[in-house]
């Protein structure tokens, strides 16, 4: 059985199960002549449900954004199988990034913001080789004012998700749930979403990551090379 710090991120694996063979099998295999508005829905979240809890239990690792992954899969087929309104899926798509946000922004007034374990971790970091030379430069205090800065950043970043889901949500799903018209909807939101909602929160990620390197390399004088963990 393999540990998580054996983990390797695997994106293209992620995006073909999670995303693009669940988007087709709603837009394509859901009418009545193939599965089903009902069976291609119970098909299609096979996938990402199926994948995200066969990480989980062979990793042994609990993952509160994974599990809200989960959350959110399971809420989506229930909104569906139970022909709920559709009202509810773009709520469902909200508040799932709106609780990590939420989350996020209180741990800022807690002893363990949660920006350590994103960002500032052993994993990405060499952490004790910064803490050090902010000590030898006597810029702990602004080290942590600005990381305080980057937590706010990375909430902001989570609203931003979560108002874009609820539109992209409101604006694509419109069919009735149970029908087939609704499961192609569905299939397009899923595809949609990762160009228009995703890859932007990945490129603002990316941004506050840049800004927080640049806070160590203008507080510690240290290059990127010499921030990163050395088990990258």
């Known amino acids: 059985m393999k540990t998580s710090s054996s ?15 669940p988007s087709f099998i709603l837009m394509k295999m859901s009418g009545d002549e193939k599965l089903g508005a009902t069976g291609g829905l119970i098909v299609a979240l096979a996938f990402p449900l199926g994948w995200g809890l066969f990480e989980l239990i062979k990793y042994r690792k609990f993952n509160f954004i994974a599990l809200l992954g989960l959350a959110s899969v399971a809420l989506t087929g229930g909104i569906g199988l ?20 939420t989350a996020v922004l209180i741990s800022a007034f807690t002893p363990y913001p949660l920006v350590r374990a994103l960002l500032f971790n052993p994993d990405v970091m060499d ?3 910064i803490k ?19 937590t706010y950043l990375v909430s902001a970043s989570f609203a931003f998700s979560a108002v874009m889901n609820y539109v992209l949500a409101k604006w694509l799903v419109t069919s009735p749930a149970g029908t087939p018209a609704f499961n192609e909807e569905l299939g397009q939101l899923t595809l949609y979403s990762y160009p228009m909602i995703a890859l932007p929160s990945m490129l603002m990620m990316l941004g506050i990551f840049y800004y927080l390197w ?6 510690t004088g240290l290059t990127l090379e010499e921030v990163m963990s050395p088990k990258k």
């Open 7 to 21: 983990h390797k991120p695997r994106p293209m694996i992620d995006l073909l199960v999670s995303i693009i063979i």
């Open 82 to 101: 139970f022909e709920l309104d559709t009202k509810w899926l773009a709520i469902k798509e909200a508040a799932i990034p709106a609780v990590i946000g």
């Open 127 to 129: 952490v004790e080789k």
């Open 132 to 150: 050090q030379k902010l000590e030898e430069h006597h810029s702990t205090a602004a080290f942590e004012k600005r990381l305080l800065k980057a």
């Open 214 to 219: 640049r806070t160590i390399r203008d507080l």
